[in-house]
């Protein structure tokens, strides 16, 4: 079941909103920027994600086949969310389960991980190691 979840960067001036759901799995990868910036996130349908405030304070990063955009906030450093266009979806939002404001502990605690060999490039099995993910 969805349900609308606020979140920000660490110094609020990037702002949204989002409609997911804690019981559907979320992701930790181990490819080359998953693992430096320990990104959490959540699958978001484009219709389900509303940047509220912050646009103009993003950074945009693209790297290797740019089908995922990676922002950070120019002022704290902190990815709130990335946008993936190439997904079985079509353009997802993946929302930053860190950056979420009104999500319990609790709630947070028993959310499903799936665990994502992207740095083998074998996406379809955990690594073997991910612990530290």
Known sequence: MLKTYQ?????AAVKFETDIGLTQSTYRCNCSIGRRTRFWPAAAKAEG???????AELTPY???????QHYFC???????????IKTP?????????????????KELSVVPI????????????APDFFAHL
């Open 74 to 84: 120019k002022h704290c450093g902190v990815r709130a969310f990335g946008v993936g």
């Open 89 to 105: 979806i079509g353009k997802m939002y993946g929302v930053n389960l860190g950056c979420i404001e009104n999500g319990t502990e």
């Open 49 to 55: 994600f509303r940047l509220l405030a912050g646009e």
């Open 114 to 125: 799936t665990y994502v060999n992207g740095r083998r490039d074998k996406r379809q099995r």
């Open 62 to 68: 693209l790297f290797n086949t740019g089908n995922n």
């Open 7 to 11: 979140g920000n960067s660490h110094c």
